[in-house]
């Protein structure tokens, strides 16, 4: 089955919809007897969960609509060449983009010359999975939960220091966020790259980390890191005894890794909503949920409107921690 054969027009949508997009489909029709290839972008190298979801994607929708996927990596400067691949594509839903949270709703702000205007440049079509993050300690750390370890940083203010990956990541946000939401001034200690954290945290140069859970789940098991709490409104299904911050009375620390599924500006409504719906059923395939679990990913979609608005409320949240403490990068 073709793509555009496989876009359902809803009767509510209206006559003049309906009438638009058969013109569209007149136009191209031609085209698309001698193109059955389609591409996921993914704007990072081969590897990693951005990677294996364009994978799982491509191979199934390859399998719904009789057509060869491909996946195209195209990094480089930090996933914008990639982004910019999609952005001046075709809207015809042969070319789609697989996007962490990062790019669309904190690089926005972060960076000073972003060259996109995310809800503008891009139609979203569904959210596709999400990772943990935990805050962790440290064994030698004299605090094991949040109460103790707010508590130790108000009795020694600006004392007490949090690595993370870089300024403006992800992680980096999640200890200022966790700093406004808990009243404290931990010290945050930039490094270039995850691993230098892990290994200056696990060394004891630095006492304190937020990192995806997945990366320092063996040390916390091993009893080399302490986990103080799951940023998330759940508990994590890979570690369940991990309290969430919430849990110990820390609202408003919700930090998670997410990755989505976009498309060109201009595609089709219908066409979006479609592709959100067959996104949504192969990745909730019992097989697919069980392999993107031994990731820690757990399946999260949602329909384009529902993506907009969290990629909006989420942008907005950011850029209120970014402008406050003057976070900038190139």
Same mark, same amino acid.
């Given at each position: %089955?073709?793509?555009?054969?496989?876009?359902?027009?809803?009767?509510?949508?209206?006559?003049? +919809?309906?009438?638009?997009? %058969?013109?569209?489909?007149?136009?191209?029709?031609?085209?698309?007897?001698? @193109?059955?290839?389609?591409?996921?972008?993914?704007?990072?190298?081969?590897?990693?969960?951005?990677?294996?979801?364009?994978?799982?994607?491509?191979?199934?929708?390859? /399998?719904?609509?009789?057509? !060869?996927?491909?996946?195209?990596? +195209?990094?480089?400067?930090?996933?914008?060449?990639? =982004?910019?691949?999609?952005?001046?594509?075709?809207?015809?839903?042969?070319?789609?983009?697989?996007?962490?949270?990062? &790019?669309?709703?904190? &690089?926005? !702000?972060?960076?000073?010359?972003?060259?996109?205007?995310?809800?503008?440049?891009?139609? #979203?079509?569904? %959210?596709?999975?999400?990772?943990?993050?935990?805050?962790?300690?440290?064994?030698?750390?004299?605090?094991?939960?949040?109460?103790?370890?707010?508590?130790?940083?108000?009795?020694?203010?600006? !004392?007490?220091?949090?690595?993370?990956?870089?300024?403006?990541?992800?992680?980096?946000?999640?200890? /200022?966020?966790?700093?406004?939401?808990?009243?404290?001034?931990?010290?945050?200690?930039?490094?270039?790259?995850?691993?230098?954290?892990?290994?200056?945290?696990?060394?004891?140069?630095?006492?304190?980390?937020?990192? &995806?859970?997945?990366?320092?789940?063996?040390?916390?098991?091993?009893?080399?890191?302490?986990?103080?709490?799951?940023? @998330?409104?759940?508990?994590?299904?890979?570690?369940?005894?991990?309290? !969430?911050?919430?849990?110990?009375?820390?609202?408003?620390?919700?930090?998670?890794?997410?990755?989505?599924?976009?498309? *060109? $500006?201009?595609?089709? #409504?219908?066409?979006?909503?479609?592709?959100?719906?067959?996104?949504?059923?192969?990745?909730?395939?019992?097989?697919? $949920?069980?392999?993107?679990?031994?990731?820690?990913?757990?399946?999260?979609? =949602?329909? *384009?409107?529902?993506?907009?608005?969290? %990629?909006?409320?989420?942008?907005?949240?950011?850029?209120?921690?970014?402008?406050?403490?003057?976070?900038?990068?190139?």
């Amino acid at each position: %089955m073709r793509l555009f054969n496989h876009v359902v027009i809803p009767a509510k949508a209206g006559i003049h +919809l309906g009438l638009r997009l %058969m013109a569209l489909l007149m136009l191209t029709s031609a085209a698309f007897a001698q @193109d059955t290839t389609f591409r996921i972008v993914s704007p990072f190298p081969p590897g990693g969960p951005v990677d294996g979801l364009a994978r799982i994607l491509a191979t199934g929708l390859s /399998e719904k609509y009789k057509q !060869t996927g491909i996946v195209e990596n +195209l990094a480089g400067a930090a996933g914008n060449i990639g =982004m910019d691949r999609v952005k001046k594509a075709a809207p015809d839903g042969r070319t789609l983009l697989v996007i962490p949270a990062g &790019n669309l709703t904190i &690089n926005p !702000t972060l960076m000073v010359n972003f060259p996109f205007n995310i809800a503008e440049d891009f139609v #979203p079509i569904t %959210m596709l999975a999400k990772a943990p993050n935990v805050f962790v300690a440290n064994a030698a750390f004299p605090a094991s939960n949040a109460r103790e370890l707010i508590a130790l940083a108000k009795s020694k203010p600006g !004392t007490l220091s949090f690595a993370s990956p870089g300024v403006g990541s992800g992680l980096h946000l999640a200890g /200022e966020l966790f700093n406004a939401q808990a009243g404290t001034d931990l010290l945050h200690i930039p490094y270039k790259g995850t691993p230098p954290a892990i290994n200056d945290l696990l060394g004891g140069a630095v006492p304190l980390m937020f990192s &995806n859970l997945p990366t320092v789940l063996a040390h916390i098991q091993s009893g080399k890191l302490k986990a103080i709490g799951i940023t @998330d409104n759940v508990r994590s299904d890979i570690a369940p005894n991990i309290p !969430t911050l919430a849990e110990q009375g820390i609202a408003g620390v919700v930090v998670t890794s997410w990755y989505a599924l976009l498309a *060109p $500006r201009g595609t089709p #409504p219908a066409m979006a909503s479609q592709l959100s719906r067959d996104a949504a059923e192969i990745l909730n395939r019992p097989a697919i $949920r069980d392999q993107l679990k031994t990731q820690a990913l757990t399946v999260w979609t =949602m329909s *384009p409107d529902d993506l907009r608005a969290h %990629m909006a409320a989420e942008t907005a949240s950011w850029a209120r921690i970014i402008k406050a403490k003057n976070i900038k990068t190139e």
